[in-house]
């Protein structure tokens, strides 16, 4: 790891290892990795992330298993996505509503759902509360003046 400059950051590190399966016949798979960063000077957050991968200390064969499973995780994420957009594309232009029995609240409130007690008992309470504290205050401006 070494500071190019106050913002530039480099770390090359390697990654060595065998193919899962005949490791014999392909040999090792060595790829020297170059990370470049370019850091904000202030916050130390990461602007711009640069790789250089070289594989050239690897053999002809481990190189070709490395690009054939590099290129399988690609295509199997890349269907992953096709298949989220897919998804959400359906959700979107689909049945706007699946159930008829609910409706959903164009205003978004979430403590619409949330219903208060209105009982007559809290009523009561209520009035009593506010007679109690006038009573009070009667009778301390009474002694006061």
């Not at 990461?46 to 053999?59: G, I, K, M, T």
Request: charged share 20%.
């Amino acid at each position: 790891m070494s500071m190019q400059s106050t913002s530039v950051l480099n770390i090359k590190w390697t990654i060595r290892g065998r193919p899962k399966i005949s490791a014999r016949v392909s040999g090792d798979v060595i790829i020297y990795i170059n990370s470049t960063f370019t850091l904000n000077q202030i916050s130390g957050q990461v602007l711009e992330h640069q790789e250089d991968w070289d594989l050239s200390a690897s053999s002809g064969l481990g190189q070709a298993y490395f690009w054939a499973s590099r290129w399988l995780y690609v295509t199997v994420e890349a269907g992953k996505d096709v298949t989220d957009l897919v998804n959400d594309l359906k959700k979107r232009f689909g049945k706007e509503e699946e159930r008829p029995d609910i409706f959903s609240d164009p205003s978004g409130d979430p403590t619409k759902f949330f219903q208060t007690d209105n009982s007559y008992q809290r009523d009561v309470y209520q009035v009593g509360l506010f007679l109690a504290v006038v009573y009070l205050v009667v009778q301390f401006l009474r002694f006061t003046l």
